[in-house]
């Protein structure tokens, strides 16, 4: 089974910094998919970036950007300019390409900005 | 695009009582909804996978005859928690593959935080 680990269960930041989220996970497949999904408070799960494991070239969403080490198995997100509303729970999932859909989720970072 | 509703958004009910929590994809088809359990502070556990049209595929150690799951159309997967007892109170959430030209991403519904008294 693949496992996803999240080893920073707290981090923060300041507004307008950057701060990256760690993001390891264990699979002996070649394809996959990566997500990090964003959970506020109102606890609504909001996918932040994703990323084919078939692809090189990382990731990008505005703010948000990935660092993808297929080799190392690696899957960390930046976030730039933190902002105020960027607090939240940040779960890290991996979903294998050829066994269904479902995701499995790391256990999550708490996200904490300050002003 | 790709909503994904939740009803209701809480409940509360007796030990020994049914409670059925709906799942809805608004604006796209998704032949494939997920039902995630959440305890506080902790990630998401999967469930249930559920196909339109077939039974749904339970996750070890998840009871099926007390998490009954229906996925009668494309649009619609339900829970329903037989005779609930106070330890399966929880928030619980859906999630649907997403429609034909995204069905790598899975989006989710709001969830639902069930207390059992």
């Known amino acids: 089974a693949q496992t996803v680990t999240q080893s920073q269960p707290e981090m923060s930041v300041q507004e307008a910094e950057t701060v990256t989220l760690s993001c390891t996970y264990d699979?002996?497949?070649?394809?996959?998919?990566l997500f990090w999904y964003k959970q506020p408070p109102s606890r609504q799960m909001i996918l932040v970036i994703r990323q084919e494991a078939y692809k090189q070239q990382n990731a990008t969403e505005n703010r948000f950007s990935v660092n993808f080490q297929k080799a190392a198995k690696s899957f960390s997100l930046k976030i730039s300019d933190s902002q105020l509303g960027d607090a939240a729970m940040y779960f890290c999932?991996?979903?294998?390409?050829?066994?269904?859909?479902?995701?499995?989720f790391g256990k999550g970072t708490s996200l904490l900005v300050t002003p | 695009g790709a909503v994904v509703s939740q009803h209701p958004s809480w409940v509360i009910c007796k030990s020994g009582t049914s409670v059925k929590i709906e799942c809805r994809s608004l604006?796209?088809?998704?032949?494939?909804m997920f039902w995630y359990r959440q305890f506080p502070k902790q990630s998401l556990m999967l469930m249930a996978t559920s196909n339109e049209g077939s039974k749904a595929t339970y996750e070890q150690g998840v009871e099926k005859d007390k998490f009954l799951i229906n996925h009668a159309s494309l649009t619609l997967s339900t829970l329903t928690v037989t005779s609930a007892h106070p330890e399966d109170s929880s928030f619980y959430i859906c999630?649907?593959?997403?429609?034909?030209?995204?069905?790598?991403?899975?989006?989710f519904g709001p969830g639902t935080r069930l207390t059992v008294l």
């Open positions: 999630s649907a593959r997403g429609g034909v030209a995204d069905t790598d991403t899975q989006y």
């Open positions: 699979t002996s497949e070649s394809d996959y998919y």
């Open positions: 999932a991996y979903r294998n390409s050829n066994s269904g859909y479902a995701l499995n």
């Open positions: 604006d796209f088809q998704a032949t494939t």
